[in-house]
């Protein structure tokens, strides 16, 4: 298995150069809302307005987003299943052809079971965290890709290790995918 990618939120620390040859260092900036323009950008890619807020979390070198963070709630109050989301094509595209191969058995089949159960708790803990102490109504509940055991999508899987979850299915898609995918990304930092 390769190291995971140098970036995300989970991550904490980020080693190396950025696209530009200025060092990253060793501290981590949290990402910042969405602008006019990442909205933009993610209306474009899903055809539709997005339900709920977000910030984008993970990007390309050029900048456009790979993953966003959705708010636990859409703009309506509804529960948001979905905390980080791939909206990239061909990231979309990519880890699509590992499903459309039986993906999603193999991985269920193949990663360990109680490290599958600790990333579907940290990953519907992190969202908890984001819930208002005072909300009233249904709130989000399970793990990752809206389940509390196995491995429903995997396109929600590499979202969250890209994005810093310590996810074995990520890391089981990740190793599947070509590899400058994985170097065409960089760390989000606050502008």
């Known amino acids: ?5 140098p970036l995300g939120v989970g991550w904490g620390t980020h080693h190396g150069d950025d696209a530009s040859g200025t ?8 990402p910042v809302r969405a602008t006019v323009e990442d909205r933009d950008a993610i209306r474009a890619l899903l055809g539709r307005e997005p339900t709920a807020e977000f910030e ?14 959705n708010a636990p709630f ?8 979905t905390r980080y989301w791939l909206v990239d094509p061909e990231w979309n595209r990519a880890v699509g052809r590992v499903e459309a191969a039986g993906g999603v058995d193999d991985a269920e089949g193949t990663v360990d079971p109680e490290a599958l159960a600790r990333a579907h708790v ?6 908890d965290a984001a819930v208002p102490a005072d909300a009233v109504g249904p709130r989000p509940r399970a793990g990752v890709a809206g389940t509390r055991l ?5 396109h929600a899987h590499v979202a969250w290790r890209l994005a810093g979850g310590d996810d074995p299915v990520g890391d089981w898609t990740l190793d599947r995918l070509d590899p400058a995918l994985i170097d065409d990304l960089v760390p989000v930092v606050a502008r």
């Open 74 to 81: 859409t703009r309506d109050g509804t529960p948001m299943p």
């Open 122 to 127: 940290a990953y519907a803990a992190e969202r």
């Open 56 to 69: 984008v979390v993970v990007r390309r070198r050029d900048g456009g987003p790979v993953v966003i963070r």
């Open 150 to 154: 196995g491995v429903k999508c995997l």
């Open 23 to 30: 060092s990253r260092g060793d501290s981590y900036t949290p």
């Open 1 to 5: 298995m390769r190291p995971p990618p």
